[in-house]
């Protein structure tokens, strides 16, 4: 078992590399493999959509077009968020809409397995789109991080700061916040549903490591 020892220790020694560092939150267990695995897949369908824009196969992209990709591809993003990423992409002040971009450079590694500012500028934003969505929980549900909070409660809460989830992804949450697998977690109507109840610190820890996001706004509450 030494080498498996080895290889740990290297993977610590090197956290400053983007990979290692979501490695080594992998077995650690920060993080689930999802997120690892769903941030690969975002990076891959984000590259696929330009390539498609891409009808020279030219490699380039015009800056309204990356614009134009962005907003369609991550639709729920603020215009700020995509102005990030627009930057991060090499856009400036000064750049003209008709500018052109090698948008394949945006996705290359260096020699050592790090990504560019784009991608790197892409894990930034879900991390604080994750922060921002599990404080809003926190917030729907009104309680101290110390306070015991049922399923039910998670549950409806979900449901009100993100109307749009469907109930596959639902009962995921809701299975990795209470420990349940999705085939135990009970209907709503049922009673017991209550006595599954934790502390709503570690709702939202596990909540953390998962692979949680957003997946429609919320819905506005009519002006009286």
Do not use: C
Request: charged share 30%; proline share 4%.
């Amino acid at each position: 078992m030494a080498w498996a020892y080895t290889i740990f220790e290297n993977i610590k020694l090197f956290r400053s590399n983007e990979v290692m560092s979501q490695f080594y939150a992998v077995l650690m267990g920060k993080w689930n493999e999802s997120v690892y695995i769903k941030q690969k897949e975002t990076v891959t369908q984000l590259l696929k959509e330009m390539t498609n824009v891409d009808s020279q196969n030219e490699g380039l992209l015009t800056m309204e077009q990356l614009s134009t990709v962005l907003k369609s591809t991550f639709p729920l993003k603020k215009e700020e968020k995509i102005q990030e990423l627009m930057e991060a992409g090499g856009w400036h002040p000064n750049s003209s809409n008709a500018d052109l971009l090698d948008y394949r450079s945006l996705f290359l590694e260096d020699e050592e397995g790090q990504s560019r500012p784009f991608v790197q500028q892409l894990w930034e934003q879900y991390l604080d789109e994750k922060d921002d969505y599990l404080k809003e929980l926190k917030q729907e549900l009104g309680l101290e991080l110390r306070e015991k909070v049922t399923l039910p409660k998670v549950r409806e809460a979900l449901m009100t700061i993100d109307p749009k989830l469907d109930k596959q992804t639902l009962n995921s949450y809701l299975s990795q916040a209470f420990q349940l697998p999705v085939t135990e977690l009970p209907e709503e109507p049922e009673e017991k549903t209550e006595n599954i109840i934790i502390q709503l610190q570690t709702v939202l820890e596990r909540l953390q490591m998962a692979d949680v996001r957003r997946m429609g706004p919320r819905e506005q509450e009519p002006v009286s």
